[in-house]
């Protein structure tokens, strides 16, 4: 049985997108997933020549006229881009994939998200979508995690409203605010979440945060675009 690639922009990434899966198993127990072979890629900027999107895309040629693969994702944060940019993104850089292989490339283009197309490579189908991170039509996955905590947050909080203006006092350059809601997520994790005795890298390294003590997130909180990811992944998990 052919199986799934999903493109993300971090080992991070990941990890949360694994746990976020084993959460949708154990509340479908119907659920029958399909194996999912994760590539991390960090995203560009470029839109109109993303060429470390466009290797990416390229090594899944072979694989995919070997049958090892039927559907193609792609999950990349909205960051500060449009849809509709991130979008044209994506097919820039299945188009340049396809100039660059020597297979025959048959590509329908996206025009929305969570949504397959069909490209053909070789004659063999497959099926494609993408879907962009955000929360309120900007931000990543921290700003969703952010959202979805569990348990109190005082120190996290603290710094986050008082950073800027330590950073301004001592004329520091000031932090973007996705910089700021990673160090919010940094300090929750270690600060808020453990008792000091614990406040170790093996409690701390996200990898073993999703693994091990997810529940300081609730993925099973209404938020609708945490909803839009499991409605993507579910897309890959059911063959």
Not at 120 to 142: F, P, Q, T, Y
Request: aromatic content about 8%; proline content about 1%; hydrophobic content about 35%.
């Amino acid at each position: 049985m052919a199986g799934s690639r999903i493109i993300v922009e971090s080992n991070n990434d990941q990890y949360f997108f694994d746990a976020l899966i084993r959460f949708l198993e154990k509340d479908n127990c119907e659920i029958q997933s399909t194996e999912i072979d994760w590539e991390v890629q960090s995203a560009e900027e470029s839109i109109e020549k993303p060429t470390g999107l466009k290797r990416a895309i390229l090594s899944t040629f072979n694989d995919i006229t070997k049958g090892k693969y039927d559907k193609i994702g792609i999950i990349w944060d909205l960051d500060t881009l449009t849809k509709e940019e991130r979008i044209r993104q994506f097919n820039n850089a299945f188009r340049l994939a396809d100039a660059e292989s020597s297979y025959s490339v048959q590509f329908t283009e996206m025009t929305e998200t969570n949504q397959f197309v069909s490209v053909v490579i070789n004659e063999v189908s497959v099926d494609v979508a993408c879907h962009l991170v955000n929360l309120d039509g900007k931000g990543e996955i921290e700003d969703i995690l952010k959202a979805i905590k569990t348990q109190d947050s005082p120190i996290a909080d603290c710094v986050d409203k008082l950073l800027p203006e330590c950073l301004n006092a001592n004329h520091e350059k000031e932090l973007r605010e996705k910089d700021l809601v990673k160090l919010w997520i940094n300090h929750y994790i270690r600060f808020d979440t453990l008792v000091k005795n614990n406040r170790n890298q093996a409690n701390t390294k996200w990898e073993n945060v999703m693994k091990k003590r997810s529940d300081i997130f609730d993925f099973g909180k209404e938020v609708k675009e945490l909803s839009e990811i499991k409605e993507f992944l579910n897309m890959f998990m059911n063959s």
